[in-house]
């Protein structure tokens, strides 16, 4: 084999290592690209669970507000019924008191 034909392989093999650098550059880059665009999708996700999650919070707390008024508001009622039963049974003495006069 000659130093020409040595050359001509040894210059195939660099063109062919060099085509395989620039492909793996390319898939690199591409790879990196991707997971560029991955990570901002999570970022968003992340950030709008972020937002949800305080909503639901915000939605919690005004349940909680909600219930408490709820339950007060059932209390009076029972004061209430308790009161007017206390004032039906004093009506009913007083009847039974008068009829029997």
Same mark, same amino acid.
């Given at each position: 084999?000659?130093?020409?034909?040595?050359l001509?392989i040894?210059?195939?093999?660099?063109?062919?290592l060099?085509?395989?650098?620039?492909?793996?550059?390319?898939?690199?880059?591409?790879?990196?690209a +991707?997971? #560029?665009?991955?990570?901002? *999708? &999570? @970022? $968003? /996700? !992340?950030?709008?669970?972020e =937002? %949800?999650?305080? +909503?639901? #919070?915000r939605r919690?707390? *005004? &349940? @909680? $507000? /909600? !219930?408490a008024?709820?339950? =007060? %508001?059932i209390?009076?009622?029972?004061?209430?019924?308790?009161?007017?039963?206390?004032?039906?049974?004093?009506?009913?003495?007083r009847?039974?008191?008068?009829?029997?006069?």
């Open positions: 084999m000659t130093f020409e034909e040595r001509d040894i210059t195939e093999r660099h063109a062919a060099a085509q395989t650098v620039e492909l793996l550059a390319a898939m690199q880059r591409d790879s990196f +991707e997971h #560029e665009k991955r990570f901002a *999708e &999570n @970022e $968003r /996700r !992340f950030a709008e669970n =937002r %949800r999650s305080a +909503e639901n #919070e919690f707390a *005004e &349940n @909680e $507000r /909600r !219930f008024d709820t339950d =007060r %508001r209390g009076q009622v029972l004061e209430a019924i308790t009161s007017l039963a206390n004032i039906a049974e004093a009506h009913e003495q009847l039974e008191h008068l009829e029997g006069q």
